[in-house]
């Protein structure tokens, strides 16, 4: 049964499709998770909370509004969101899992990160029936913005996909120019330092971004993508474009989005599934890009057992920051989870080439 048709050259999931029809099988999704605005606020002292995370989102696919992330010291992660944000519990990997978990009505809801200035108010009730409260004002300032990769799957236990969550605008709140006032119920939090001056400056450990650019790879994969014609240069399958090299094989995968391209570039091709036989390995490099920024990288194998092709994606590589500034650089080589966090990752699964399906999952490695 065809589980969603895409195009009339495209489609997903069909076990119609036989190894001599002109069809080229693909075990990778690549898709966006978009969020117009961030900040993660850090606390010291606090025997429940971690972190706060407010998030704006505005797109078809989160809706419209405010959601915040409530970390917790049992890394639980509580999830509060506004009538007309779209959350799904299947695809959130937190921490060690989620805990409150429930849509409300907030009782303050502006965010604003303007190019010079950080505005934030939002306040709701949670379900112990304390009212959280979050005030940051920033004051504009001249600061040049820089961009960094979230280690936002450095804590996750048993992933459910591969997401990057690369952060454009990114920043610190100045200590000197920013008022930052959190409270749940009748306790203030108090929020961290940085341990580094920016710009000579004092910042909280509350960092913001303006534009984030968010990927994700194999999100709970269950369905191959099958291009029912012969390679051409390039197709669009299911919002990706992907183009194909003179050998017929996969050359790229990419999104562009509100003027940011998300790569994934195969350094020899990958190949067709249909097309690999039992008497060798297929294995190939890959490289991740977002914003022509090159964020990791590693290899694939793929190797045939009759019906069935044993799929390995392996994330090796690690971040390698270009444009923060030294001290943050050396700050990230010192607490090398910021850079390496990404090669924990690999994705192991099945294809069955007769049903034409896939069952995998991500895993983190040992390290």
Sequence with gaps: MLSKEIES?????????????????????????????????????????????PQLFDDKINGKGIRVLRYRRDKKVDVYWQPGVNVDPATLSLGDGIGDFEETEFIKSIFEISSQQVYVEVSFVDKQKRIVNILIDEQPTSKKRMSFL??????????????LAYMLDFDFLLKRVTVLDVSIGDKKLNPSNFPLLRNYKQVYFSRYSGRSAIATLNSSLKNLIIIESKPSESIEVEGTNVEFDSSGKISRLFIKENQITYEIYFCSGFPNLLNINETEVNKGEWIFNIDRAKITGGSYSLTRKGKNVDFKLDVSQSWKPLDLPLSFRVFTWINSFFRDWPSTYIWESTVDLENMTIAGSWKRKIK
């Design 9 to 53: 050259n495209t489609i997903i999931d069909s076990p119609s499709v036989k190894e001599s029809d002109d069809a080229f099988v693909l075990p990778i999704k690549l898709a966006l998770d978009p969020m117009k605005h961030l900040i993660v606020i850090s606390f010291k002292g606090s025997d429940e909370y971690e972190m706060l995370e």
């Design 150 to 163: 979230a280690p936002v799957g450095n804590d996750i236990k048993f992933p459910k996909q591969f997401f």
